[in-house]
Nanobody, 127 residues
């Protein structure tokens, strides 16, 4: 059974950086698009970033473009989210998720196609 474990969250001041990790077990991540989502208190979960199955194509929500970078290390079965220039509005629980189908380009994947949610990791940015 596929399980995702997110880590790396914490409390940081505005302008600081964090690097989130998401390690999978039970199935290889190789060949599958991966994504990061977040959920702030009182809000719905929102898409943050995604990488295609090769790592060669990435996409970001507008509010994090230029500040966040998603990457993957298939040898470690791990996906990362480097977050720089953090803002208080980035405060949320961050989750990683996998596409259920292999070798699909990003243009063929909807947000609802991602799943296998972990417990998330809390990111808190103070002003």
């Amino acid at each position: 059974q596929l399980q995702m474990v997110e880590s790396g969250g914490g409390l940081v001041q505005a302008g600081g950086s964090l690097r989130l990790s998401c390690e999978a077990s039970g199935r290889t991540l190789s060949g599958y698009a991966m994504a990061w989502f977040r959920q702030a208190p009182g809000k719905e979960r929102e898409y943050v970033a995604t990488t295609d199955y090769s790592g060669g194509s990435t996409s970001y929500t507008d509010s994090v473009k230029g500040r966040f970078t998603i990457s993957r290390d298939d040898a470690k079965n791990t996906v990362y989210l480097q977050m720089n220039m953090l803002k208080p509005e980035d405060t949320a629980v961050y989750y990683c998720a996998t596409d259920y189908y292999p070798f699909r380009p990003l243009g063929a994947i909807q947000s609802g196609d991602f799943g296998a949610w972990g417990q998330g990791t809390q990111v808190t940015v103070s002003s």
